[in-house]
């Protein structure tokens, strides 16, 4: 399946079982990219959509609990390179694990089973998010 993201995001989601509205498994890649890796279990040879892949397995596994909201939070990486920190405010900062300048990566979904829209969604970078511990 594919969420409708391919200015900024190409994505590749896995439905488990077959038919199933609910992602089993998201991997996030540029765009421009190409090769075998590219499917729902890989992970992007960019650090950028790295992070997120690594992001969202978490983010699935919260959605499990409650049978909505993925496909919202997905489609919320549309202004990966465009929305500002919700807490710094800052477009780009320095992730101190991984020494790279990066945009606000991580895409709140606590709040999106109960959500219409995406304004609930907030950005933050890795060590800004308030549910990072």
Known sequence: MRSG???????????????????????FFSPDEGGSYLHARGFSTHHVYKHIT??????????????????????????LFSKPCSKCGKLLAMNKKSALILSPLHRTYQDLPLAANLDVCEAYHGGCSPYDS
């Open 54 to 79: 690594e992001h969202d397995s978490t983010a699935l596994q919260y959605f499990l609990g409650f049978g909505t909201g993925s496909a919202l939070w997905i489609c919320s990486f549309e202004s």
């Open 5 to 27: 993201l391919e200015d900024e995001v190409s994505d590749k989601v896995a439905m488990n079982p077959a038919g199933s509205v609910d992602p089993d498994s998201v991997a």
